[in-house]
Structures are given as C-alpha cells and as structure tokens.
C-alpha cells in the first residue's frame, strides 16, 4: 500500500512515499482538523512552511494525534526572503518552536528568490543559506536538507559553492506540467522531486480526457492525478481540508498502463484547465 511505501534519499533516509500537503491551509481549527484526520486515516508524511503560518497547528495534530515525531516524518520551509546565514538559523530555532520539537526530517529553501522579485539573482544568498543549512545537517537537528521552486542553475550554483548536493527540490507538477528539464536533472543527480500542487490546485478535476481515463481505472482524476506522480517517481504532496478526500488521496494502489502514462506524459498546460498535446 502506498501509505507503508517509501523513497530513500541521497543520504539514506527514508520518506514516506506520499505526503500531506498544508499549503493554503489556514491555521487554526482548520489546519488542525485536517492534519489530525490525515494522520488519522495513515498519513505519516505533513509538509508545511514557515511562510504557510500553519506551522503550530501541524505540532497540535500531531501531539493530539497519539504518534510521535518519531512516527511522522515532518518538512518545513525557509522563508523564500531570507538570504542571509543567521537569518537561516534564526527561522529554523522558529519553526522547531512552532512544531514543539527539537529536530526535522526535511529543511527546504522555500524559493530561490523572494515571492516580491521572482526570477531575480539571489546566488549569493542561496549561497549563505545553503551554508546555514549544511551546518544544521552536521549539528544533527536536521535529517536531510533541500530546496523548492529551484532551476537547475540554481542549485549548480549552491552545489557548485559547497559540493553538497540537495536531497529533495519540492516543485509544482501535474498532469500537463511536469518541469521536465528540473525532473531530469534531479533524477540524474539522485534529487527526489517532490510534487506540489499535484492536482493543479483543483484545475484538472473536471478536464473531459481525464474524467474518461479515471472512469476505466474507476478511481477518481484526483486518483489518477497523484498516482500520475507515483508512476513518474515523484513524490505528490496533495492537500485538502475534506476528510472524505483526504481518505481518498491515499487510495491509489492501482497502476496506469505504460500507453496511458506515455500519453499523460505527452501533455502539455496552458490556462486553469485546459491540456494540449506538445
């Protein structure tokens, strides 16, 4: 079953082959119910982030929930402004706070450049950040370190400058969006790449050729959507607050054919829902 399934990263920890995804979902009773009801139904895997706010009510899941730390495997997130090695280390000791542990499994740099100037040059600070990060490895309070939203010149730069490779780059990818030349470099390179947004943010749920391949599989295209994932060997961090759906998003012990995937594979995104062939 794919809730006992696992990867093994470059530095041979072992994470849960799917995750609980937290982004936009508020803290409070809202993020609090819907990662206790994951964690419930045999999600061992919560990824959340400083910038998503929710960071104290994952810790609260989590201690209500009856498992330890021990039990859950936990990511979280830089913030994608902070540049700078103490500013690193200052939000690592603030995220351990909100999670009320001592140690994470996975430390991301949540962007390679603030949300307020995508694209722009931050080498230098990814650098420094990069640094803080091997140091937080060495001292043991993290497990594995890695990265989000990178492009392959972002992190040859970060290998380049200190010869430690990341173990994880956390990307958005989905059915018609799967960053091929990023995925191909981090597959060669032994980076897992874990999915985000596997679901297009609920975009895909009612495209035609989806509803048609899901309904032969009978499994539902958010099924399909994040055992597309699985079949490509990328990690999926789906999310919701429904309990129903969260059950469900765990519920993909099927397999898609190899013509079904190579024509999945063959799609491209454009717009909120519709797909193209490339």
């Not at 990263?9 to 936009?24: D, E, H, R, S, Y």
């Not at 060495?138 to 010149?153: D, L, Q, Y």
Request: proline content about 4%; glycine content about 8%.
């Amino acid at each position: 079953m794919i809730k006992n399934e696992i990867f093994i990263l470059n530095n041979g920890v072992k994470i849960p082959a799917i995750g609980f995804g937290t982004w936009q979902v508020a803290d409070g009773e809202e993020g609090y119910s819907s990662c206790l009801a994951a964690l419930k139904l045999g999600y061992r895997h919560i990824d959340t982030a400083f910038a998503y706010g929710n960071e104290p009510s994952v810790a609260r899941a989590l201690r209500d929930s009856g498992l330890s730390h021990e039990d859950v495997f936990i990511t979280t997130k830089l913030p994608a402004d902070i540049k700078n090695y103490d500013g690193a280390r200052a939000h690592f000791e603030a995220s351990l706070k909100n999670l009320e542990t001592d140690y994470l499994d996975l430390y991301l740099i949540h962007a390679p450049w603030p949300w307020s100037d995508v694209g722009g040059d931050y080498t230098e600070g990814n650098i420094a950040v990069w640094r803080a990060m091997i140091d937080l490895y060495n001292e043991g309070k993290v497990r594995a370190i890695g990265v989000s939203n990178f492009h392959v010149k972002d992190i040859k730069a970060i290998v380049d400058a200190t010869g430690f490779v990341p173990a994880v780059n956390q990307i958005r990818y989905f059915i018609g969006n799967t960053q091929n030349e990023i995925t191909e470099y981090c597959q060669a390179n032994g980076i897992l790449v874990e999915a985000y947004s596997p679901l297009a943010t609920g975009a895909l749920v009612e495209h035609e050729e989806l509803c048609a391949m899901a309904e032969r599989y009978g499994v539902t295209i958010p099924q399909l959507c994040i055992r597309f994932c699985i079949e490509n060997g990328t990690l999926p961090l789906p999310k919701s607050v429904n309990e129903a759906r969260i059950k469900a998003n765990l519920e993909v012990d099927f397999e898609i054919s190899k013509e079904d995937m190579a024509y999945l594979n063959s799609l491209y995104h454009i717009g909120p829902t519709r797909l193209f062939r490339s």
